[in-house]
């Protein structure tokens, strides 16, 4: 079993659509990180977490440390959204990163 | 503006024929990590510098080398590609200092490495 977990693992959507990806992980940890990559492309860090809840424009990311769990939110999405979205998390006492398997989104005019 | 930048954007080399991929960053962070990344797959971390101490991970192949000359530039070197290093490869930054290792980490654009 993957120390982090990512659901869905593929979400299409039209155009304007609110969105839910969300991410599981098993490992203590002292940062969560929303990455998204478009394809054949670099990654782009969106948010990194230690408690509660950020905003950055359309995008909202949310993280429940009891429940070891995190959600990222994209409301009234567009079709440049289209990308992968990682989830990664910053295990205790460490600087690396152990990444989730991604959510594949495709968001349709 | 501060960036992490990687070159070349496409690399092609032949089976077998050395290749050096280059990171530099102007962001001045003492942590430079490379990430190997196959189609449909999570990045797989390499190798990665603290300031000068270079961490490699276990299962990185012996193939697969490193420099870092300096704080701005780091090298990943491939010393016998075959076809299965055919990948994209990211390099990433962070800054970590004191109590705080953990940090957000900077992705360049990446280096597609094709093996013919």
């Known amino acids: 079993k993957n120390e982090v977990e990512q659901s869905p693992q593929n979400l299409t959507a039209q155009e304007g659509e609110f969105i839910t990806i969300n991410c599981s992980y098993s490992v203590g940890i002292s940062a969560l990180h929303w990455l998204q990559q478009h394809p054949g492309g670099g990654i782009v860090s969106l948010f990194m977490?230690?408690?509660g809840k950020k905003k950055h424009g359309r995008l909202i990311a949310t993280i429940n440390i009891q429940e070891k769990h995190s959600s990222l939110h994209i409301t009234a999405s567009h079709p440049r959204d289209s990308a992968v979205y990682i989830c990664a998390v910053s295990p205790y006492n460490t600087d690396k990163l152990i990444f989730g398997t991604g959510t594949r989104l495709q968001v349709f005019p | 503006d501060a960036m992490v930048i990687q070159n070349p954007r496409y690399q092609v080399t032949q089976f077998g024929k050395p290749v050096t991929l280059s990171c530099s960053q102007t962001?001045?962070?003492?942590?430079m990590y490379w990430y190997q990344q196959k189609s449909s797959q999570a990045p797989k971390l390499l190798f990665h510098?603290?300031?000068?101490?270079?961490?490699n991970e276990a299962d990185t192949p012996d193939n697969f080398q490193s420099r870092r000359p300096n704080t701005s530039f780091c090298f990943l070197d491939i010393r016998s590609p075959g076809l299965g290093d055919a990948a994209m490869y990211l390099c990433a930054t962070s800054r970590a200092s004191g109590g705080t290792i953990y940090n957000e980490q900077f992705f360049g654009p990446g280096t597609r490495l094709t093996v013919l």
């Open positions: 977490l230690s408690s």
């Open positions: 510098y603290y300031d000068k101490d270079f961490n």
């Open positions: 962001l001045n962070h003492n942590v």
